[in-house]
């Protein structure tokens, strides 16, 4: 319930904020505004205030601000200078720019007010970087906290959490630059700098192995047993809660995420194997037989113990003054902006996995989960949707914001406007692609949820 709630909060925000956009600027042009419409088809609420008609209806994936228009319905000669498409050129385009625009702005001011209520993020230790992975040669070990990134090695940048670090490397990737990190132990101590090289990754296709072959680790979490199953293969070994795991069958462990993943690769052939571990309890070291069982069938089959592993990764708040949280809020809105359009650059050139594309089931999932976590994670999702939104509404379109500013900017460079026949197979071809873009991200969706 509180993730359909969360989907009708953001959806109704982002569209109401988007064609407030376009009816504040038409108005302030003297346009007459004939409906404001938050969704498509039956209306199923309406209110007159003066000349518009303010509206909720029935299909909530958009909405509309309808004007007065020579070309739609015929207009009384007194009201003609009321008439949109009877108004100068740079008007017409300033009320179609107005909708993506207040998209944006609403992104800055969300983003800054997350940063000014702060939020509950993961400190920048990391665990065990993939083995064979660039952040493994890149000299990255467990327990090394992440404190600057660099791309040019003299403006650093700090990093304050693990999704800022993501979120660094993520953009570094996307560009196919180098970005240098530096890094301390888990206490602050031995200072070095480290170079990932990103650049070895440019060309190759944006994918969850893309991730996997930078393969920054999971947030650090020491190898310390927490609560254990009775009965279970841990509780039958003679492991408790508190022991520190220090080897396995005579390797090293650095941190719970690698002890994790050696339990479960712990099967061959169906079997789960039987294990060594040495472990400290309370200053003496034992050693411990352990007897993975089977979970799962076939190539999904992996070992299980029953315990939990490793202590909750340390936090921090990150919050930021009003001068510093609207900076934020610009640059982020810039950032992601910026991101956006690679990623569909992309993905036209086949560099990029149609995968990405998401569509209303994620988005409702991803609404419902942020809310879940807090307001500020909430505001910050609103606003990631939000600049989408008013990114995707100025690609050159037909149908789209986007695509009427080209028909503009075509009239301001020959003095004619497009043909009738012209926008008639435009608008046609428009239809067509969008028809073809929400099927992929719905198509997307569902492989999501059936786990392909």
């Known amino acids: ?228 199953k009775a009965g279970g293969p841990a509780a039958r070994a003679g492991l408790q809660s508190g022991d520190r795991v220090l080897r396995v069958d005579g390797v090293p462990v650095m941190d719970a995420a690698s002890l994790r993943e050696r339990i479960m690769a712990s099967v061959h052939d169906g079997v789960p194997q039987p294990m060594r571990w040495q472990v400290e309890r309370r200053g003496q070291t034992l050693e411990l037989a352990v007897q993975p069982r089977l979970h799962g069938e076939g190539p999904r089959a992996v070992g299980r113990v029953d315990a939990y592993i490793g202590h909750p990764a340390e936090t921090v708040v990150v919050r930021r003054g009003p001068v510093d949280g609207l900076v934020q809020g610009v640059q982020r809105t810039w950032e992601v902006s910026a991101l956006t359009l690679q990623m569909m650059g992309k993905m036209l050139i086949g560099e990029a996995s149609l995968k990405n594309i998401s569509g209303p089931l994620t988005i409702a999932d991803y609404a419902g989960q942020s809310a879940n976590q807090g307001l500020s994670y909430y505001l910050g999702f609103l606003a990631l949707v939000s600049v989408s939104l008013g990114v995707l509404n100025l690609l050159p379109l037909p149908m789209l914001d986007g695509g009427h500013l080209m028909y503009y900017l075509f009239e301001g460079l020959t003095g004619r406007p497009v043909s009738e026949l012209w926008l008639k197979w435009l608008q046609r071809g428009g239809a067509l692609i969008l028809l073809l873009l929400m099927s992929l991200a719905l198509s997307n969706d569902l492989a999501r949820y059936l786990g392909q």
């Open 1 to 228: 319930m509180s993730t359909l709630l969360a989907f009708i909060v953001t959806l109704g925000v982002l569209v109401w904020i988007h064609e407030y956009g376009h009816y504040r600027v038409a108005r302030a042009c003297g346009v007459k505004v004939l409906r404001f419409s938050v969704g498509f088809g039956k209306v199923l609420w309406r209110r007159q205030k003066g000349d518009t008609e303010f509206a909720v209806s029935l299909l909530p994936l958009g909405g509309y601000v309808r004007m007065l228009d020579e070309r739609e319905t015929p207009v009384a000669a007194h009201e003609r200078h009321q008439a949109f498409n009877l108004k100068p050129l740079w008007q017409r385009a300033a009320i179609v720019a107005a909708g993506p625009a207040a998209n944006l702005i609403l992104a800055v001011l969300l983003y800054a007010v997350a940063s000014w209520m702060g939020t509950q993020e993961i400190k920048p230790v990391l665990g065990a970087p993939v083995a064979g992975s660039l952040a493994e040669r890149a000299g990255l070990r467990a327990g090394d906290w992440i404190r600057a990134v660099s791309r040019d090695g003299t403006d650093w940048v700090d990093v304050e959490s693990v999704a800022d670090l993501r979120w660094q490397v993520t953009q570094a990737a996307m560009g196919g630059e180098r970005l240098q990190l530096m890094v301390s132990d888990a206490q602050g101590h031995a200072s070095r700098n480290l170079v990932l090289d990103l650049q070895s990754l440019a060309g190759q296709e944006v994918d969850a192995e893309l991730v996997q072959r930078i393969g920054l680790g999971a947030p650090y979490s020491e190898p310390v047993m927490g609560d254990v």
